[in-house]
């Protein structure tokens, strides 16, 4: 039998309440299957960490993660620290020094879920966004000169690379070719931005070349807003930049019906360093430490590790389970409007999944 190896990072506030969820989740998908099983190590990095060591995870933390087949991941983001270190100090060094260059974000309105575009059906809804996440904006070359005297000057130099550009588009074009509707919208704003964004614009171009079966446009990332909500049904497989397609995945998530439910796999496509899937979601400050955070998020982030894994038909009978829990407005968190807790909804979805023994009785 296949074992897994699995890191779980729960990170901070509510991270710690969905990861061991998902944990959950995946030791019952795992049970009710006969193919494989995980092998979890838990790693206890974030915000308490860091007050006890003064950084977010270990100088050699990245080793220890290596040769995982996978890492679930909760959120980075303490009340007490501030948020570009906690950010830089766990997140981006595991997404950075694994290379996951390729952040893949579905969106779709789950059966059950009360979604905010009163003409949107449910079928209009079903986009990946694909987000270039190893340079862009995000890049961190900048610095800051002058400290705190009035000639202060600072910049975030948004850093593209021929090599970077490429991949991201290679990786988007090939995604949208695997999807029915074999439609790619490429969002850029060259009309503004005339260096960096009219090269993404010709290798755009130049990568369509070599997938002439799909259908792809370009979207200026303002108008491309706009679209999303007044026509969500034109839009399928969606390419941006880091900046860009951090905004428009949250938009997604919103337009979706909540923040709780969106999932998301930080990808290395060439399988050199483990893949990391996490909920969009951050710490949650306000309902941390309660129990009532939605887990939904992190449940489908468990779909995508198992579809990573190759592990199709558990991945298929998890989101099958997912939906007929949120099809169940008793079984809604808060965000949704409801009152179970994330207790209750874990539960529910294992005991939706059964185990092996009585999926085969059945
Ligand atoms: P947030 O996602 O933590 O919360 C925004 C709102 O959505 C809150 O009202 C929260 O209660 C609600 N919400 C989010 N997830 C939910 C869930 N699963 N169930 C129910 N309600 C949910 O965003 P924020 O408030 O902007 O950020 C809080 C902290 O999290 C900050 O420190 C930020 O830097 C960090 N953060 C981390 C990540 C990450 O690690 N990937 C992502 C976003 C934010
Ligand atoms: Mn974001």
Not at 159 to 173: D, K, N, S
Request: with cysteine; glycine share 10%; proline share 5%.
């Amino acid at each position: 039998m296949k074992t897994y190896a699995i890191a779980t990072i729960p990170g901070d506030g509510i991270g710690k309440e969905v990861v061991p969820a998902g944990r959950q989740v995946l030791e019952a998908i795992a049970d009710s299957s006969s193919g494989f099983r995980f092998a979890f190590e838990n790693f206890d990095w974030g915000g308490d960490y860091y007050r006890q060591h003064g950084v977010m995870m270990p100088a050699d933390g990245l080793d220890s993660l290596r040769h995982k087949d996978a890492i679930l991941f909760g959120s980075a983001g303490d009340p007490d620290i501030p948020d570009h270190i906690t950010l830089w100090g766990l997140r981006l060094k595991i997404c950075q020094g694994f290379d996951q260059y390729a952040n893949v974000r579905p969106t779709r309105i789950l059966p059950g879920i009360d979604a905010p575009l009163k003409r949107c059906k449910p079928e209009d809804l079903n986009w990946v966004i694909v987000r270039e996440n190893s340079e862009g904006e995000y890049s961190g070359v900048g610095g800051r000169v002058h400290q705190g005297h009035p000639i202060e000057a600072a910049t975030d130099v948004t850093m593209m690379t021929r090599a970077g550009v490429e991949r991201v588009m290679r990786f988007a074009f090939k995604l949208a070719q695997s999807r029915p509707r074999k439609l790619l919208t490429v969002i850029t704003k060259s009309n503004a931005q005339r260096h960096a964004m009219v090269m993404w614009d010709e290798i755009a171009l130049q990568i369509s070349k070599e997938f002439p079966d799909v259908t792809w446009d370009k979207e200026i990332v303002d108008a491309a807003t706009a679209r999303m909500v007044n026509r969500p049904a034109t839009l399928d497989t969606l390419v941006a930049t880091n900046l860009h397609a951090d905004i428009l995945s949250d938009l997604a998530a919103a337009l979706a019906g909540s923040l709780g439910i969106a999932p998301t796999g930080n990808i290395d496509p060439e399988r050199r360093y483990p893949s990391m899937f996490e909920p969009i979601h951050g710490s949650a400050f306000d309902i941390m430490g309660k129990g009532l955070a939605n887990p939904v998020g992190t449940f489908w982030s468990c779909v995508m590790l198992l579809e990573h894994l190759g592990e199709f038909d558990a991945a298929q009978r998890l989101m099958g389970a997912i939906e007929q829990v949120t099809a169940n407005p008793t079984l809604h968190t808060g965000d949704l409007g409801g009152k179970a807790t994330t207790a209750q909804v874990t539960q529910a979805v294992c005991n939706l999944l059964g185990t092996a023994e009585q999926r085969l009785a059945a």
